[in-house]
């Protein structure tokens, strides 16, 4: 997949849980692993945003496009 998500390197530099992440962006925990794994088809703005608003990071920060090999 040429979208990788990076939500767990964000979790790591701020030692935030994916359980805390959850709760703060409005998730369930269960979707914030479809989301990490790569499994989402599809992220909303409104919970990109969240997302952001919670890491105090940019969208790039989150998704990064990478050339199939």
Known sequence: MPIVVRI???LAKRKMSVGEFAEKVG???ANVAVLKNGRAKAVR???LEAMCRVLDC???DL???VEDS
């Open 63 to 65: 998704l990064e496009w």
């Open 27 to 29: 998730l369930t925990p």
């Open 58 to 60: 940019q969208p790039g």
């Open 45 to 47: 703005f409104s919970t």
């Open 8 to 10: 767990d390197v964000e």
